[in-house]
């Protein structure tokens, strides 16, 4: 079948830039252009890096919310003095709660994650949704 699936790995080159798109890692938000001669591919200097997996649209509003709790944890530990008008003080009497909560939320947040990727590895990619 010529359908694009979840979990298949492609690459994806450029006629204009005249290269492949590259990433230097997975979690990398970085990408380039590896630009390419007209020679054989074993001239590529590593070609892992422009090799992707498609994946599905996942979950990440818990560790969003950590992350932005945690940065008003920080400020208000940097400027004691400094009101956030954007964070209730309660909040900070009840941080170490909070936390503890976020941090359940995003340990199921990434098995839910996990979970939905095995379920839908092999399907065909639906565009536009």
Not at 72 to 84: F, L, S
Request: aromatic share 10%; proline share 3%.
């Amino acid at each position: 079948e010529d359908f694009l699936k979840i979990g298949d790995n492609i690459c994806l080159y450029s006629d204009t830039a005249q290269g492949y798109l590259t990433s230097m890692g997975f979690n990398s938000p970085e990408i380039y252009i590896q630009k390419c001669s007209q020679l054989h591919n074993s001239h590529f200097y590593n070609l892992r890096n422009m090799v992707f997996e498609v994946v599905p649209k996942l979950s990440y509003d818990a560790i969003k919310e950590m992350r932005q709790e945690n940065k008003m944890i920080k400020q208000k530990e940097e400027n004691p003095q400094e009101v956030v008008e954007s964070v209730d003080p309660e909040l900070f009497e009840n941080r170490k709660k909070r936390m503890e909560t976020l941090e359940k939320r995003v340990n199921k947040n990434n098995e839910n994650n996990l979970k939905y990727v095995s379920e839908v590895h092999g399907r065909k990619v639906l565009y536009g949704q």
